[in-house]
């Protein structure tokens, strides 16, 4: 019943000499949430753009419905976008910002019909009644919506939304992130997604695309992206992970800190090094004497939920998130269940994430800040 | 996104032909071996040459330089200590004044000039002053502060409000503030603002027309004289030299503000830690 | 950047209520700078524009009277003239100038640098020559007409009227001491005036609202028309005051290009202050009129008006 779309065939742009996008190839199905996700610079934009019609490929073909639609202009596109800083038309009023699209339309549409299909949509967005205020008289929230209600009104077959919510509060972004999802289902079209927060794309999508650098990391539902990353990237950009050097003993065996321990991995070669991912919730504190490894306590955070604590073994740093309080200075021991490991192979990132030295409270919050000033270094 | 707008750019080029003809006439038959300044007949320097022997235009010529350096530097004082006190005033005295102050900006010149005019005979006529050099100079350093204002008083409010803070935490008084750190950083703004009035006061003719009397001149109404009477080409080769200076000080400025503008990029870039 | 070692202090300065005596001598002496200037705006802004008002109601012996005003009544056709050429030069700069804006920001931004020079390398020459330019163009013996001579349009024309005996041969086209000199000089040196407001209003345009209007189905055309036009008219009206003003204002063109024979209010004012028909209170008169009218298109810009400090700088 999944019908193809959209596909990217090793679509390629550069700019400046810099590659942006190095050779991408998507497929996206009607009427699913996509979501491209990764930090600045990895081409999530470019793509969108790409298949918005604003940018064209270097090389590579983009088909829509099986048709090659790379020269086609966006104005004759069956696409419409929600553009981050809204870009609405602050000359007219929000009866007419919605109804633009419609009043292009030749031939001509009757004055009822428009009205009617306008205010449809805006009881959709919530906004009844804000036909006559201008753009300066709305709020972030609300012009938002009149710009969801502008693009949706003309029923394209996809809906391209490029970190739309990205200039609201926390609160604001979370409500409009369910509303959202209710939206795409309620209209019923194909919604792709940008954004560079992990956690607004494990909420809203069906599929989530990591992207980094102009490639694609991995692809999959937010499960599959959160519980089998394919590489130590994806395992640190979603969620959190400790990413430790293994070796695959044999199946279900995996050997770290001289210990070997059950997992639920297997399918690689005997002894083949490995990352190995532990999620800083799947560790449990234990005595000492109960410990598979034991390692001292460095630095304690209290975070509402849980507590962060970062613990030293043998030099190098976790993070473990739990109820459970452990002073600074304590020894303690850790155990891990089989079902809390996830093998990786290894690939480029391998050794650039997932140790926790240079971890603090202030960088929690500087990793939330989406400018990316707050870089991961070592 | 490869849009042809051929229609727009022959349209702009033939704009840009009508603006610049006149101009390329004057300075062609600036060199014109007869007086015609229509009828080509061979190349010449010798209106140049009758130029600067003419002392006439020679001495209105030192006349406007010597009011307009004047009044300029004596505007930029004026205007950068005016546009400081505005800036810490309350809203409400602000604003009006402000307003007062774009007045000779906005006003047609005529207007400014023929007001001057008055005020200056009525208070001669008090006074027993005539009008002449002072009258004139006044003239123009009330023409020119308007400008340093406007071009100083976005420099301020560029400025860190912490800059303040900063320097009298370490210990200066406000005068000392002032001298060591605001006028050093708005002095981009101030020299921008220096060079405009300067430009202004070169240029102008009519509050000069009706602010200078009968005993002095300056450039522009020697030319205006001119004009009206014994036409030369000399005027011919004035527009030229005229147009060489200002050509030169625009690509100084020009290229002033793109080092300017990088000089910013690169502030920037180093804020966000990527240099 | 911890939020702990933020100043808890207040900020001083502007407008700020003053909680001790010393705060408030500081916050006068701060203010103090700017006095000198405010008594000199007094003196030579405010006073001489009073003065004109003054003089505008009195008469000759110096009573107050209208009478400077209903002898306007005379003039009446200088003030239509200079308000109908006004007019035609201000239609014409738009006409003009609009495209060239539209074109000149559709240029990549290294190149509208070069193009914006270029329009004010003309302003900055004395607008007295330029204006001068066009007399040894337009002149009976100028280059328009000397052209037309060499190539035989006049005898051709000549020719044309051979039979006619009351007809007698022209040798030139008038074109200098004519009206159409006169806005055709206003139009040269205003023009930029045009240009500039527009162009820098086009160019703050959203980049964003252009392609979201594409990307709802609009083409170029409609971009045009439902986007840039209406988005662009604060520039519009901004330019067509900083021609408006100064065009219903000159006097140097019209003495220059038809040598006073086309009679402008600027002209009027200027014989009034000096010359034999001293009359410093009629042309007060007709000055505070002109005042008003400046006053009134100022307004209209500053509330509907943008882009105009790109130009009033410049």
Known sequence: MAKELIRLVDCRKEFDGEVVLDSINL??????????????????????????????????????????????????????????????????????????????????????????????????????????????????????????????????????????????????????????????????????????????????????????????????????????????????????????????????????????????????APNEPVDVVVRPEDIDIVPVSKGEMIGTVT????????????????????????????????????????????????????????????????????SADPEGVGQEDE | MKKKYTGGRIFTALTYVFLYAPIIVLIVFSFNSTKSRTIWSGFTLNWYKELFNDNLIMSSLQTTLTVSVIASVVAAVIGTFAAI????????????????????????????????????????AALGFQLGFTTLLIAH?????????????????????NLFEAAQDLGCTWFQTVYKVIIPEILPGIINGLLIAFTMSVDDFVISYFTAGSSVQTLSMTIYAMTRRRISPEINAISTLLFAVVLILLVIVNMRESRQHKVEIKKEKMLKGLV | MSRNTQSVRSEKGIGDSWRTVKEFFEHFRKQSFAYPYVIWMGLFVVIPIILIGVYAFTSAEGTFTFGNFSGMIDYAPVFGRSLWLAFLATVMCLLIGYPVALAISRMSPKTQRIMLMLIMLPMWINFLLRTYAWMSILENTGLINRFFASVGVFDWINGLHAADLHYTPITHFQLINTSGAVVLGMVYNYLPFMILPIQSVIVKIDPFVIEAAEDLGANSRTVFRKIIFPLSLSGVISGITMVFVPAVSTFVISKLLSNGTV??????????????????????????????????????????????EQAVVM
């Open chain 1, 299 to 366: 630095e304690v955070t209290f975070k509402g939920m849980q507590y962060d604590i970062i613990v030293d073994f043998q030099g190098f740093k976790w993070l473990i998130q739990t109820t459970d309080h452990s002073p600074v200075g304590a020894k303690i021991g850790v155990k891990i269940d089989p079902d809390g490991f996830h093998i990786m192979k290894k690939s480029e990132y391998s050794g650039l994430y997932g140790d926790y030295s240079s971890y603090s409270a202030e960088y929690d919050e500087l």
């Open chain 2, 141 to 161: 350093i009330s023409f020119d502060v308007p400008y340093i204002i406007l071009s100083v008083m976005p420099k301020l409010y560029q400025l860190d409000r």
């Open chain 3, 263 to 308: 009679m402008l209010l600027g002209d009027l004012i200027e014989m009034q202050f000096t010359g034999a028909a001293y009359n410093p209170h009629l042309g007060s008169a007709i000055s505070l009129i002109m005042m008003v009218i400046v006053i009134i298109c100022m307004s209209v810009m500053s509330r509907f008006g943008e882009g105009e």
């Open chain 1, 27 to 268: 497929t996206i199905m009607d009427k699913e949430f996509l979501t491209l996700l990764g930090p600045s610079g990895c081409g999530k934009t470019t793509t969108l753009r790409i298949i918005g019609g604003f940018l064209k490929t270097d090389s590579g073909k983009v088909l829509f419905d099986g048709v090659k639609i790379n020269d086609v202009p966006p104005h004759k596109r069956k696409i419409n976008t929600v553009f981050q800083k809204y870009a609405l038309f602050t000359h007219l009023n929000v009866f007419e910002n919605i109804a633009f699209g419609l009043r292009i339309q030749r031939p001509r549409l009757s004055e009822e019909k428009i009205t009617r299909r306008v205010h449809e949509v805006l009881e959709l967005v919530a906004l009844k009644g804000y036909e006559k205020r201008t753009v300066s008289q709305l709020s972030g929230g609300q012009q938002q919506r009149v710009a969801i209600a502008r693009a949706v009104i003309n029923k394209p077959q996809v809906l391209l939304l490029d970190e739309p919510l990205g200039a609201l509060d926390l609160k604001l972004r979370k409500d409009m992130q369910r509303e959202l999802k209710q939206i795409q289902k309620q209209v019923g079209i194909t919604f792709i997604y940008v954004t560079h927060d992990q956690e607004e794309a494990l909420t809203m999508s069906d599929t989530v695309v990591v992207m980094n650098k102009g490639e694609i990391q991995q692809i999959g539902t937010p499960l599959d992206i959160y519980n089998e990353p394919k590489n130590a990237f994806v395992a640190d950009f979603i969620g959190e992970s400790n990413i430790i050097d293994g070796v695959m003993v044999s199946d279900n065996v995996v050997r770290m800190y001289g210990r070997n321990f059950p997992c639920l991995d297997k399918g690689f």
């Open chain 2, 85 to 124: 006190g505005f800036y810490n005033m309350k809203k409400k005295w602000r604003g009006p004044l402000l307003t007062v102050n774009n007045i000779p900006v906005i006003n047609a010149d005529i207007i400014t000039g023929v007001s001057l005019a008055l005020l200056f005979i009525s208070a001669g």
